[in-house]
Every structure is written in structure tokens, then in C-alpha cells.
């Protein structure tokens, strides 16, 4: 079992509406961002004045990366300015659990907090790699990897 360590308790969450660009710019600009460590990034749609269609790319990263990120979103996007504020949250601590399938090894997410798992998932990367390599439908691997994980945990009294 791996264990990460809980992240900060805050988050810069930077954002702006877009009413005139090119979607293929927006993905660049998400796939540009999550590989420079983006926590997270996403578009919402929105009905922007003059009810046009917008959207609302949001970006969530570490304090300490706004100037990384406030530069990458003005310099691939075409907004004219981005609105910043930090926000708390709460996180689950992630532990992983390695669960033999029938086709194959597939890590289990856990989420934990004040010593109890309270979420666990298959790691969906996992589950589609062993489904595509033995030509087999995704959602049996998924629900092998569960039933696999639910049975290590009832063994260890943890159901």
C-alpha cells in the first residue's frame, strides 16, 4: 500500500470567461496546463451578454504557480484578463491498494480521513489497459477490480 500526502489546505483557483475562442486552442491550452501541473483544469458552459455561448475555463493550482499559470492562459488563450482567489478545501488522504483481476494486476484508490476509507475506485487507467489487452469489456474489469478489492477488505475486517 502506497500512501501521498494530504495536500495544501488551499488552492489558487484561476479563471476566465471566453465567448470567443476556438475550441482547439481551449483543449491545447487544458492539455498545456495539466502537463505543467495544473491541479486541475475545466470548461463549464456559460451564456456570456448578448446571449452568446461562452464557456468558463477554470484552473486550480498551488499558490505559488500563479505567475506560471496566469502567463500560460494569457498567452494561449484569448482572454484579456483572468480573476484569481485562493479557496480551502478539504481532501481525502489517497492510499492505493494493488487488487488481482482476472486479467491482470489494477490499483485501487482509497480516500481516507480520521482513519476510515470512506472512497475507493479502481484506477480507470488500469482497468482499460487490462480490458484492451484481453478484448474484454471495461466494465467487468472494473467490477472484478471492485469485488477483488471488496474481499481483501472483508478479509482484513475492514468491510
Not at 489558487?12 to 481551449?26: K, S
Not at 448578448?50 to 500563479?66: M, S
Not at 481532501?91 to 494493488?98: A, D, I, K, S
Request: charged share 25%.
Amino acid at each position: 500500500m502506497q500512501s501521498s500526502a494530504v495536500p495544501p489546505d488551499h488552492v489558487l483557483v484561476i479563471e476566465t470567461e471566453l465567448d470567443d475562442a476556438n475550441p482547439q486552442l481551449l483543449a491545447h491550452a487544458c492539455e498545456l496546463a495539466r502537463a505543467a501541473g495544473a491541479l486541475d483544469v475545466y470548461l463549464t458552459p456559460l451564456l456570456m451578454k448578448k446571449n452568446r455561448p461562452g464557456v468558463l475555463l477554470t484552473l486550480l493550482c498551488q499558490p505559488e504557480a500563479e505567475d506560471q499559470f496566469c502567463n500560460l492562459l494569457l498567452a494561449e488563450t484569448p482572454t484579456l484578463g483572468l480573476r484569481l482567489h485562493l479557496a480551502r478545501r478539504v481532501t481525502l488522504e489517497r492510499r492505493w491498494v494493488e487488487v488481482t483481476t482476472p486479467w491482470g494486476m489494477v490499483r485501487v484508490k482509497e480516500g481516507w480521513r480520521h482513519g476510515r476509507c470512506l472512497n475507493a475506485a479502481p484506477e480507470f487507467e488500469d482497468c482499460k489497459t487490462r480490458a484492451l489487452a484481453a478484448g474484454v469489456p471495461l466494465k467487468g474489469v472494473m467490477q472484478a477490480a471492485i469485488a477483488a478489492y471488496d474481499r481483501i477488505r472483508h478479509a482484513a475486517g475492514q468491510a
